[in-house]
C-alpha cells in the first residue's frame, strides 16, 4: 500500500502538469488581437480553437448550452438524455452514452462530418478572425511539445494508480466478506452440535465476523467511490489519501455515490 506522501506526490505531478497547460491557455487568449491583423501569422490549431469559448461553441453546433451543469444531450448519437454529454471550459467534451470525446476540434468534426481543414474554417470564424486563409497553421514548438510530454506521462501515472487502487479496494473487500461466510459457517457449525476444534474458537468466529461487519461497510463505500463515483470523486481518492475518510463518510451518509451522467449507486449494506 503506498503511503500518504507518495500519493501527495504523485497529486503534486498531477497538479503541475495541469498547470502547465493552463499557462499554455492563457498565454493564448491573452494575445487573440494578432489573429485580426489581416497579415499571414502562424498558430497551432489548437491555440486558434482555445480562442473560441466552449458555450458559443455548443450553442452554434446546436447544442442546448447550460453552464451550471456543462451537461446535454449529445447530438452525435441522438442521445436523449438531457446529462449524457459532458464539457469543460477548456474545450473537453466526453458522451457517456456513445463513448465519443476529445477537443473542440473533434467535436465539430464530429457533429459537421466534415474534415480538419472545414474544421478549423469554422473554428477560425467563431474565434474572429477576419480571412481564415491568413492563419498559418504551425505544428507544436519544442516547449510546447515538453508540456503536452509532460502532461501525458501524468495522465498515464495516474491511470497506473487508479487501477492499482481499484483492485486493491476489490480484493480488500472480497477478503472481509469472504472472512465473514467462513466465521458465520463455523459459527453455524458449532450450534448444531459438534465440540470445538479448538479452546473458545466459538468466541473466536464470533469475534471474526463482528470484524468483517465492521469493517465491510467502509470498505463496500470506497468500492463505490472507485467504480462508479464521478471522474473528480476518484481523483480525490487516488491522489489525496487524507481525503479518503471524508469521501467514505459522505458516501455512508448519501447511502450511494453518483455518477458521471448523474445516476445514483445505492451502498447495498
Known amino acids: 500500500m503506498k503511503s500518504p506522501d507518495s500519493g501527495n506526490c504523485q497529486a503534486m505531478k498531477f497538479e503541475s502538469a495541469m498547470s502547465d497547460t493552463e499557462y499554455t491557455s492563457s498565454q493564448t487568449n491573452s494575445t487573440p488581437e494578432h489573429l485580426v491583423s489581416g497579415v499571414p501569422t502562424s498558430l497551432s ?44 471550459p477548456d474545450g473537453r467534451w466526453h458522451c457517456f452514452r456513445c463513448n465519443a470525446g476529445g477537443d473542440r476540434i473533434g ?39 515538453r508540456r503536452l510530454d509532460r502532461l501525458k506521462r501524468a495522465a498515464q501515472e495516474y491511470q497506473i494508480l487508479e487501477n492499482a ?11 472481509v466478506e469472504r472472512l465473514g461466510m467462513l466465521a458465520a459457517d463455523r459459527l453455524l457449525h458449532l450450534r448444531s452440535g459438534p465440540q470445538e476444534r479448538f479452546c473458545n474458537e466459538e468466541d473466536l468466529a464470533w469475534d471474526a465476523l463482528t470484524l468483517s461487519h465492521r469493517e465491510r461497510v467502509p ?23 487524507r481525503r479518503r475518510t471524508k469521501l467514505i463518510d459522505d458516501c455512508i451518509w448519501r447511502g450511494g455515490v453518483i455518477t458521471d451522467t448523474g445516476a445514483f449507486v445505492e451502498l447495498a449494506l
Open 219 to 241: 470498505l463496500l463505500a470506497a468500492y463505490l467511490i472507485m467504480s462508479f463515483s464521478s471522474e473528480e470523486d476518484r481523483q480525490q481518492f487516488v491522489l489525496y489519501p
Open 45 to 88: 490549431p489548437q491555440e486558434v480553437a482555445s480562442l473560441v469559448p466552449m458555450p458559443a461553441l455548443l450553442a452554434q453546433l446546436g447544442f442546448m448550452v447550460n453552464e451550471r451543469t456543462r451537461r446535454s444531450q449529445c447530438i452525435l448519437c441522438a442521445a436523449h438524455n438531457p446529462t449524457t454529454f459532458s464539457w469543460r
Open 107 to 145: 467535436l465539430v468534426r464530429g457533429v459537421l462530418q466534415c474534415g480538419f481543414r472545414e474544421a478549423m474554417r469554422v473554428l477560425c470564424g467563431l474565434a474572429g478572425v477576419a480571412d481564415p486563409k491568413n492563419v498559418e497553421f504551425r505544428g507544436p514548438t519544442p516547449e510546447e511539445k
Open 165 to 175: 487502487e481499484q483492485l486493491r479496494q476489490t480484493d480488500e473487500l472480497r477478503r
